[in-house]
């Protein structure tokens, strides 16, 4: 579904056509919850999907169709996971347990899988925020850099260097990772 699609779609929702709410959700949930799974945590990307359908279909009766919805959308996307950011440094989660091996060993937590993905997400994840942010929404999403410049909020020079030092900072890591992988200890 195409942007003009999206924000036709986006508009007749903020007049109460329920169908174009669907379709709005249809056309933008796959990579909404792809963003915030890179903006966040993978684990909690559905809940943070929903916070941010919730405030967009609060807004959208005021959604006055100046930039594509898509990037309308993924501007609130970026300001619920920076909100869920700031929670989780205000409140650290503790657990009271004295046996936390014994617990994670039960609940089938195991070595991790080291597949070029999952490594590659794990560099992507400890890029700076800022550069991870860019570098996602134009290399994994597919957004031009003025689009990725409508939902950060920044001009298209900064994403342009957001993203090309997410690419040095990447280059450099994956250099690391492939040293470590090749050298064994012994």
Same mark, same amino acid.
Request: charged share 25%; with cysteine; net charge positive.
């Given at each position: ?56 279909? =609060? ?44 617990? #994670? ?42 689009? #990725? ?29 492939? =040293? ?7």
């Amino acid at each position: 579904m195409d942007d003009t699609e999206i924000t036709r779609y986006a508009v007749l929702a903020g007049r109460g056509d329920r169908a174009a709410a669907e379709a709005f959700v249809a056309g933008t949930q796959h990579q909404l919850s792809r963003l915030l799974g890179y903006l966040s945590n993978a684990r909690i990307a559905e809940d943070l999907t929903q916070e941010t359908y919730l405030r967009a279909y =609060v807004a959208l009766p005021t959604y006055g169709g100046r930039s594509p919805a898509r990037m309308w959308l993924f501007a609130i996307a970026r300001h619920v996971a920076a909100d869920h950011l700031r929670m989780l440094r205000r409140r650290p989660k503790t657990f009271q347990v004295d046996d936390w091996t014994g617990v #994670a060993e039960r609940s089938g937590a195991r070595t991790p899988d080291h597949g070029r993905l999952v490594v590659l997400r794990q560099l992507v994840d400890a890029l700076e925020s800022e550069r991870r942010e860019a570098f996602v929404l134009t290399q994994v999403l597919g957004l031009s850099y003025d689009e #990725a410049a409508t939902v950060g909020d920044c001009p298209v020079g900064t994403i342009r260097s957001r993203v090309s030092r997410a690419r040095e900072d990447l280059t450099t890591a994956v250099a690391g990772q492939e =040293v470590r992988t090749t050298v064994s200890p012994g």
